[in-house]
């Protein structure tokens, strides 16, 4: 399936403005839109208003979604160029503004290009043991992504020893056709996830921003996610994701700010 129909994401009349209903499928455990599937909504909303592919989307959560809410997405193209659109994507829940995302988008053909960043050494996906999903995870977004532990822990290995900052996950996304936009922007949101295992506490956290820059499209059928927190304190945690393809590709970055919190056994990490 594309894009839309995975998300759910529905046009309507005016090309601007778009309907997502909050399904289960589109949710998070805690039973509220998936920020990732909402900047995902976003994103998509804008390439298809503005026919441009994003380069970079940075979202804004004010407020919760949960079903069978339907979130009204509003398109601002504000700057319009040869080769570069600059736009804003505003959803609502009614008169509540549930989230804000800005994006530019766009393609320039350049004679030069490198890539600096280098993909960590973890097991292939086929060596990496499924992540185990909590109860409430069932029927969410996460259970429609195949996701393989390179490196961390489990929720019930988190035993309260601290760990390095850092932490690998491999996803694919069974029903999708391809990797882009909303794929990276899912799996971008697991920032929380890698708050836990950095703390080596059942925690994680509700996200106050997320961001996406597209680096690249490649095919891949797995997406590498790269997890590095970079600091926990006064209540917020901060990181960042690698997302890699599996030759080796960076596909993009996400970064995040949340709310700390710590879960109990029956609440899940993201």
């Keep these: 399936m594309d894009a839309l129909e995975f998300l759910?994401?529905?046009?309507?009349?005016?090309?601007a403005r778009w309907r997502l209903p909050v399904q289960p499928g589109v949710s998070s455990g805690m039973g509220a839109l998936f920020g990732g599937c909402g900047l995902a909504a976003a994103a998509e909303a804008m390439e298809r208003t503005t026919g441009r592919l994003t380069v970079w989307a940075t979202s804004?959560?004010?407020s919760f979604a949960r079903a069978p809410a339907v979130v009204d997405i509003e398109v601002v193209s504000m700057v319009t160029g040869h080769q570069i659109s600059q736009a804003r994507a505003i959803g609502k829940v009614g008169d509540d503004e549930i989230f804000t995302v800005n994006a530019a988008l766009g393609r320039r053909e350049?004679?030069?290009?490198?890539?600096?960043?280098?993909?960590?050494?973890?097991?292939?996906?086929?060596?990496?043991?499924?992540?185990?999903l909590?109860?409430?995870?069932?029927?969410?977004?996460?259970?429609?992504?195949?996701?393989?532990?390179?490196?961390?822990?489990e929720f019930d290995e988190?035993?309260?020893?601290?760990?390095?900052?850092?932490?690998?996950?491999?996803?694919?996304?069974?029903?999708?056709?391809?990797?882009?936009?909303?794929?990276?922007?899912?799996?971008g949101d697991l920032v929380p996830w890698g708050i836990g295992q950095s703390l080596g506490q059942r925690a994680?956290?509700?996200?106050?921003?997320?961001?996406?820059?597209?680096?690249?499209?490649?095919?891949?059928?797995?997406?590498?996610?790269?997890?590095?927190?970079?600091?926990v304190r006064s209540g917020f945690g901060h990181g960042l994701v690698h997302l890699w393809a599996e030759d080796g590709t960076l596909l993009g970055t996400a970064s995040q700010s949340t709310i700390v919190r710590r879960w109990s056994t029956e609440v899940p990490d993201k």
């Design 158 to 187: 988190l035993d309260g020893e601290p760990g390095n900052g850092r932490a690998a996950m491999w996803a694919r996304f069974p029903d999708l056709d391809e990797v882009g936009t909303t794929a990276l922007s899912v799996v």
């Design 204 to 231: 994680g956290g509700n996200s106050l921003d997320n961001t996406i820059r597209v680096a690249g499209r490649v095919p891949t059928e797995w997406i590498l996610l790269d997890v590095r927190v970079h600091a």
């Design 110 to 132: 350049f004679d030069v290009e490198g890539q600096w960043a280098v993909m960590p050494d973890v097991p292939p996906p086929d060596a990496c043991p499924p992540r185990r």
């Design 8 to 15: 759910g994401l529905q046009p309507t009349e005016d090309p």
């Design 60 to 62: 804004q959560f004010l």
């Design 134 to 153: 909590l109860d409430r995870h069932r029927e969410t977004v996460l259970s429609r992504v195949d996701m393989r532990l390179a490196l961390g822990r």
